[in-house]
Structure formats: C-alpha cells, structure tokens
C-alpha cells in the first residue's frame, strides 16, 4: 500500500522501497540470537513492551519525516522492534510458562496472526482511500500501539517465572521435633 506514494514522495525506485520487506524479514536473523538472550534472562512482557514502544514509534515518525534516509533508518527501528514482540520472545513466553496448555497458547497465538492477516489489509487499504500516507502511517501507528499494549497488559499480565523444582534428600523432608525444656 506504501510503495508507491513513498516512491512518488522521495523519488526512488519501486524496487528501492521493495526492499523494505526483504530487510523486515531478514532483521530477525540479525537480531534473533541477542533477543532470544535476551528472551532467556528478562521477563518476556519487558521485552514485548519496549519492542511496541520502538517499532510503533518508529513508524509513527516514519509519518512525518521529509528524508529517505532518515524513513529507511526509522524503517530498520521499525523492523528491529518488531523482532522484540515478533515470534522469538512469543515463542519463549509459550515455552516457559504455557506448557501444560501449549497447544491452547499455540492456538491463541495463531488467532492474533490469522486476524491480523484478514483484517490489516482492509483497514490500511481503507486509511490511504480517506487519508494521505502520512496521515494513515501515523493512526495505524497509533492504533496498533494501543492494541499491542493492551494486549500485552491484559492479555499476558505478569506471568512469573515457573519454579525451579530442587531435588531435595528424603531424609531433608522428614519432620524435625525439637523439644523445648
């Protein structure tokens, strides 16, 4: 939908703005090993939380920047936040603490794909018919900004960390009487 008043805008290539996509896809492969550390030692909602934070700000300002330079730099913030609240933290919130209901974590987290799937398309091919490509940049920004938030806020709360279970001895557990006299 972007590609060709970014085009028009800047004057560059299809191709030239094509690459945006290409670049998205490859940011997690960039990016992955260093989140998926990252994924290991946070709390995954600190991470999907400043992953939104990055990506949707990025995108926001994207809106209103009068250089290629500076869109195609806010276009990589876009991207790497994306890899923050992308498949690599989601995966290790379903590992980590939805094991015993996997396949309904699984099932949730495909419903939030397949929706946006079905429903983004629409929605920012509606923006550009009754807004400029600024203007529909900037309330799509916003708008998935407060979805994501509230979605991270009330949908995953304060998951904690699973207990370490700890071998113990038996004789460890056994009761202990001490007689006071």
Excluded: C
Excluded at 11 to 40: E, Q, W, Y
Excluded at 90 to 113: C, D, F, P, T
């Amino acid at each position: 939908f972007y590609v060709d008043p970014l085009a028009q805008e800047f004057d560059v290539s299809r191709a030239t703005i094509n690459f945006g996509p290409a670049f998205l896809l490859l940011m997690p492969a960039l990016l992955g090993p260093f989140v998926g550390k990252l994924a290991d030692r946070l709390p995954i909602r600190n991470l999907l939380v400043i992953g939104v934070l990055v990506s949707m700000g990025s995108l926001y300002a994207m809106s209103y920047v009068d250089s290629f330079l500076l869109v195609t730099l806010l276009f990589i913030g876009f991207a790497a936040g994306f890899v923050f609240y992308g498949p690599i933290p989601i995966n290790a919130l379903l590992i980590k603490h939805y094991q015993e209901r996997s396949g309904r974590a699984l099932a949730i987290a495909a419903m939030g794909v397949s929706i946006t799937t079905a429903v983004l398309p629409v929605l920012v091919a509606w923006l550009m018919k009754t807004h400029s490509w600024r203007e529909s940049l900037s309330i799509l920004a916003v708008n998935l900004l407060i979805i994501l938030m509230a979605t991270i806020f009330w949908g995953i709360g304060r998951v904690q960390r699973p207990a370490i279970a700890i071998d113990l001895p038996a004789t460890s557990l056994a009761p202990v009487n001490i007689e006071r006299g």
